[in-house]
C-alpha cells in the first residue's frame, strides 16, 4: 500500500518506488497493490487519482490486483468513475479493485462544496449505481437544453462484476454498512484497539450474514505501515527519524482540516489549535513508540509473527502493507525480501508442519547475521 509524500524537492523519480516495488510484488506473489486519492497537501499528495496510478501499475504487472485505496467518490462524478476504472480494468485484463470512501476532509469537497454534509449517504447512494452502470445497464441525465440523454459506460469491462471494498476509520456503523451491501472492508488501527477491530469484524460479519451474504466471503483487509529487516534495533534506527515525521505530516493535515471547520479523519470534531513544540515532539514519540511495538509491522519477522497470528484470529483476512512512509527507497526495497518471508509463512500453501518448519528455518537464515 502507498500513501505517503515523496521528496517534492525532486522534479524526476517520484514513483520510483511504487513502480519498483510493484514489479517486486508481482513477482513474489503479493495478492494486490493499493493507491489512494489524496488531495491539497503534501500528506499523500503524489496520489491526486488512483486510476491515473492504477493505470500505471497495470501495463507493468501481469498478476497483482490492482485497488483504489481509497477512492473518494462524493468528490467524482460516478459515471466518470465507472468510465475510468472500466478503462484500467481493461489495461489489467480485469485486475481492479476499488475501495470506496466518503472523505472527511473539507477543504477536498471543493470539487462539490454541497455533497460534504451527506457525503457518507451519497456514497452508498453512488456505489448502487456504480455496480449497475458496471454491469451494463444506462444511466439519463439531461443535456444542455434539459433533453433527456441515455448513457452507456464504454468501455465494457472485463470483470462482469466490480469487486469493492468500503474505507472505515474505525466507526462501527461503517463495518455494518458494508456487511449490508455484502462489501469487503479496508481500516487501520488509527485511533482503535486489536481488541476493538475484532469486535467490529463480528458485527460486519453477523450484517453480512442478516442481508444474505456469506459472512466467511468478505475480506477484510487491514492496513499497517511496515518495514522489515534483520535485527530489531537497527530497524528502530532506520524508521524512527522518517516515520516521526511522516506523523507530523499527517498531524499538519488534520489541524488543517479542523481549521476549516470540518472533522478530522475518523470523523471526529475538534477546536482548532496549535500544539506547542515541545508538545508535538512529546507526542510524535509516544505514537512512534505505540506503533513500532504494538500497531505496526517494523522489526524482524519473528518479531512481527505474534501481531499477524492476533490480527488473523481477530478476523482480518489481509494486511496490507504501507511501506513508503519515508524510509530511503533502496532500504525499502531491500526491505521486501523479509516481507515476503513473513507473507510465505501465512500464506495458503504454508499448511503443513513441514512448510511451516521450512518457513521457519528460512527466518532464521535470514536474521543468523545479527546473532
Given at each position: 500500500?502507498?500513501?505517503?509524500?515523496?521528496?517534492?524537492?525532486?522534479?524526476?523519480?517520484?514513483?520510483?518506488?511504487?513502480?519498483?516495488?510493484?514489479k517486486?510484488?508481482?513477482?513474489?506473489?503479493?495478492?494486490?497493490?493499493?493507491?489512494?486519492?489524496?488531495?491539497?497537501?503534501?500528506?499523500?499528495?503524489?496520489?491526486?487519482?488512483?486510476?491515473?496510478?492504477?493505470?500505471?501499475?497495470?501495463?507493468?504487472?501481469?498478476?497483482?490486483?490492482?485497488?483504489?485505496?481509497?477512492?473518494?467518490?462524493?468528490?467524482?462524478?460516478?459515471?466518470?468513475?465507472?468510465?475510468?476504472?472500466?478503462?484500467?480494468?481493461?489495461?489489467?485484463?480485469?485486475?481492479?479493485?476499488?475501495?470506496?470512501?466518503?472523505g472527511?476532509?473539507?477543504?477536498?469537497?471543493?470539487?462539490?462544496?454541497?455533497?460534504?454534509?451527506?457525503?457518507?449517504?451519497?456514497?452508498?447512494?453512488?456505489?448502487?449505481?456504480?455496480?449497475?452502470?458496471?454491469?451494463?445497464?444506462?444511466?439519463?441525465?439531461?443535456?444542455?437544453?434539459?433533453?433527456?440523454?441515455?448513457?452507456?459506460?464504454?468501455?465494457?469491462?472485463?470483470?462482469?462484476?466490480?469487486?469493492?471494498w468500503?474505507?472505515?476509520?474505525?466507526?462501527?456503523?461503517?463495518?455494518?454498512?458494508?456487511?449490508?451491501?455484502?462489501?469487503?472492508?479496508?481500516?487501520?488501527?488509527?485511533?482503535?484497539?486489536?481488541?476493538?477491530?475484532?469486535?467490529?469484524?463480528?458485527?460486519?460479519?453477523?450484517?453480512?450474514?442478516?442481508?444474505?451474504f456469506?459472512?466467511?466471503?468478505?475480506?477484510?483487509?487491514?492496513?499497517?505501515?511496515t518495514?522489515?529487516?534483520?535485527?530489531?534495533?537497527?530497524?528502530?534506527?532506520?524508521?524512527?527519524?522518517?516515520?516521526?515525521?511522516?506523523?507530523?505530516?499527517?498531524?499538519?493535515?488534520?489541524?488543517?482540516?479542523?481549521?476549516?471547520?470540518?472533522?478530522?479523519?475518523?470523523?471526529?470534531?475538534?477546536?482548532?489549535?496549535?500544539?506547542?513544540?515541545?508538545?508535538m515532539?512529546?507526542?510524535?514519540?509516544?505514537?512512534?513508540?505505540?506503533?513500532?511495538?504494538?500497531?505496526?509491522?517494523?522489526?524482524?519477522?519473528?518479531?512481527?509473527?505474534q501481531?499477524?497470528?492476533?490480527?488473523?484470529?481477530?478476523?482480518?483476512?489481509?494486511?496490507?502493507?504501507?511501506?513508503?512512509?519515508?524510509?530511503?527507497?533502496?532500504?525499502?526495497?531491500?526491505?521486501?525480501?523479509?516481507?515476503?518471508?513473513?507473507?510465505?509463512?501465512f500464506?495458503?500453501?504454508?499448511?503443513?508442519?513441514?512448510?511451516?518448519?521450512?518457513?521457519?528455518?528460512?527466518?532464521?537464515?535470514?536474521?543468523?547475521?545479527?546473532?
Amino acid at each position: 500500500m502507498f500513501f505517503s509524500s515523496a521528496d517534492q524537492s525532486s522534479a524526476v523519480g517520484r514513483y520510483e518506488l511504487m513502480i519498483e516495488a510493484a514489479k517486486i510484488a508481482d513477482q513474489r506473489g503479493f495478492c494486490c497493490i493499493w493507491t489512494p486519492e489524496r488531495h491539497f497537501h503534501e500528506f499523500g499528495g503524489l496520489f491526486p487519482n488512483p486510476s491515473v496510478t492504477s493505470a500505471a501499475l497495470a501495463m507493468i504487472t501481469q498478476g497483482l490486483e490492482i485497488r483504489a485505496g481509497s477512492l473518494i467518490s462524493p468528490l467524482h462524478d460516478l459515471i466518470r468513475i465507472v468510465e475510468e476504472w472500466s478503462v484500467v480494468d481493461n489495461l489489467s485484463r480485469g485486475r481492479v479493485a476499488i475501495s470506496f470512501g466518503s472523505g472527511w476532509n473539507v477543504d477536498d469537497f471543493i470539487f462539490f462544496p454541497e455533497r460534504y454534509e451527506n457525503r457518507q449517504k451519497l456514497m452508498f447512494q453512488q456505489i448502487e449505481i456504480i455496480k449497475t452502470l458496471w454491469e451494463g445497464s444506462s444511466i439519463v441525465r439531461e443535456n444542455s437544453y434539459g433533453k433527456k440523454v441515455r448513457a452507456s459506460i464504454y468501455p465494457r469491462p472485463v470483470q462482469r462484476q466490480l469487486p469493492i471494498w468500503i474505507t472505515s476509520s474505525g466507526n462501527l456503523d461503517t463495518f455494518v454498512s458494508a456487511g449490508s451491501i455484502g462489501a469487503n472492508i479496508l481500516t487501520h488501527l488509527i485511533g482503535q484497539s486489536i481488541d476493538g477491530l475484532a469486535e467490529k469484524i463480528q458485527r460486519y460479519r453477523a450484517s453480512r450474514e442478516e442481508h444474505n451474504f456469506d459472512p466467511a466471503e468478505g475480506k477484510v483487509s487491514l492496513m499497517l505501515h511496515t518495514f522489515l529487516g534483520t535485527d530489531t534495533q537497527a530497524v528502530r534506527s532506520v524508521v524512527r527519524e522518517p516515520f516521526r515525521e511522516y506523523l507530523r505530516s499527517a498531524i499538519s493535515l488534520e489541524e488543517k482540516a479542523a481549521a476549516a471547520g470540518g472533522v478530522i479523519s475518523g470523523g471526529h470534531q475538534i477546536d482548532p489549535h496549535n500544539i506547542p513544540d515541545d508538545l508535538m515532539e512529546d507526542l510524535l514519540d509516544i505514537t512512534f513508540d505505540r506503533y513500532f511495538d504494538s500497531a505496526a509491522l517494523m522489526g524482524t519477522p519473528s518479531d512481527c509473527k505474534q501481531i499477524v497470528w492476533r490480527l488473523k484470529e481477530t478476523g482480518v483476512d489481509e494486511i496490507a502493507c504501507l511501506i513508503d512512509f519515508g524510509v530511503p527507497k533502496q532500504d525499502v526495497i531491500q526491505s521486501l525480501e523479509h516481507l515476503d518471508a513473513l507473507r510465505i509463512l501465512f500464506s495458503k500453501d504454508a499448511t503443513s508442519r513441514a512448510t511451516g518448519q521450512a518457513v521457519s528455518t528460512f527466518l532464521e537464515e535470514l536474521e543468523a547475521p545479527t546473532r
